[in-house]
């Protein structure tokens, strides 16, 4: 992958978004950017409207009011071009068991308009990147959690998109596979100039981040660096700083 955009420009922007479902206000005026390079760190408890703004960050609803833009593409008005710069990993499991690790990613190419002969060569090396040669021929089903994971990140990264979306994308992991996946996306957006927004519930994937933002009740409470919230909060940890921005009880865990 090559950058095709600044270092430093934003890859996302939302401004002024909101959504209501019924008297529930999921967001309330929510601003934020994701920059070229950058990794930022999404937490919230739940209810924060976390899981709205992915929805609307992936099209799959509109905002009642303000917009959202991928490298300058309105989601509401060009979704097209704005989906087609976009990777995403899911929080849930998102890979058809049954197909090879081979066939789903062809298949996603396909999806994204790739010719064959240049998905081709990008399948075989984000695969030997990652790891996976050996089990390109293989049903997910018969891969480990985190080696079905390690598959949706190289399909998600297999168009080349200037923004990845990460969901909660190391939930059930083992201690060694979370690290793992954690390394791989930062060595992306370090080489690739990838903007990263990364929703977690874990705390030192969040210090990992250029930026933590901290949504609570659908606003944006907190938009900076760890050690500036810290700071702020006059908290030794980021977890305790978290706590005390969202009232949130000490014995309570940090959850996006």
């Known amino acids: 992958m090559r950058s095709d955009v600044d270092a430093g420009a934003p890859v996302l922007a939302c401004r002024e978004v909101s959504k209501r479902y019924g008297r529930t206000q999921a967001l309330d005026a929510v601003s934020l950017q994701v920059r070229a390079g ?28 303000g917009s959202v833009e991928v490298l300058g593409a309105d989601m509401r008005r060009d979704p097209v071009r704005a989906l087609a710069r976009l990777g995403v990993v899911f929080q849930q499991p998102a890979l058809d068991l049954n197909l090879s690790v081979g066939a789903s990613l062809r298949f996603h190419a396909d999806l994204h308009g790739l010719p064959r002969a240049q998905s081709r060569p990008r399948i075989e090396a984000l695969l030997e990147r990652f790891g996976l040669t050996p089990v390109a021929a293989k049903p997910a089903r018969e891969l480990s959690g985190g080696n079905r994971r390690k598959v949706e990140l190289v399909r998600a990264l297999l168009h080349e998109p200037r923004l990845l979306l990460m969901d909660e994308a190391t939930v059930g992991l083992d201690p060694a596979s979370r690290a793992q996946l954690v390394e791989e996306v930062l060595q992306a957006r370090a080489e690739h100039g990838l903007g990263v927004l990364w929703a977690t519930h874990l705390v030192d994937e969040a210090e990992r981040a250029q930026r933590v933002i901290v949504l609570h009740k659908g606003k944006v409470r907190f938009d900076g660096a760890a050690a500036a919230l810290c700071e ?22 940090v959850v996006a």
């Open 38 to 65: 950058e990794m930022v760190a999404l937490l919230g408890p739940n209810g924060a409207g976390k899981t709205t703004l992915f929805q609307l960050l992936t099209g799959l609803f509109v905002a009642d009011s």
């Open 232 to 253: 702020s909060q006059a908290a030794p940890t980021l977890q305790s700083a978290f706590l005390q921005l969202t009232g949130g009880e000490k014995n309570e865990k």
